[in-house]
């Protein structure tokens, strides 16, 4: 049974930084991508980035770092220079590397940017 399991959200100012941890289990690193989605009040949910390729949405390019401890079997999302567009929820999941439907996906832990 694949688990995501999210942590590290909460209040940051504007400017600030958070980061957030996806704790996995019951799926090997390598044969998963997990990617970092988020979804904000009345949008609709949007990509943030992937550990394949370290791809990274626009929006966050050169802000928002992606990493991952194979041994702990764990991804992070590092969040720098916070702006108020980047409240949303953030949701862990995980694909197949030969699929490119996300299958399971976390609970999403709350980010709110003040200005």
């Known amino acids: 049974q694949v688990q995501l399991v999210e942590s590290g959200g909460g209040l940051v100012q504007a400017g600030g930084s958070l980061r957030l941890s996806c704790a996995t289990s019951g799926l090997t690193f390598s044969s998963w991508v997990l990617g970092w989605f988020r979804q904000a009040p009345g949008k609709e949910r949007e990509f943030v980035g992937t550990?394949?390729?370290?791809q990274y949405a626009d929006s966050v390019k050169g802000r928002f770092t992606i990493s991952t401890d194979s041994a702990k079997k764990t991804v992070y999302l590092q969040m720098n220079s916070l702006e108020s567009e980047d409240t949303a929820v953030y949701y862990c999941?995980?694909?197949?590397?030969?699929?490119?439907?996300?299958?399971?996906w976390g609970q999403g832990t709350q980010v709110t940017v003040s200005s």
């Open positions: 550990t394949r390729g370290t």
């Open positions: 999941a995980a694909r197949q590397v030969y699929r490119t439907e996300y299958t399971f």
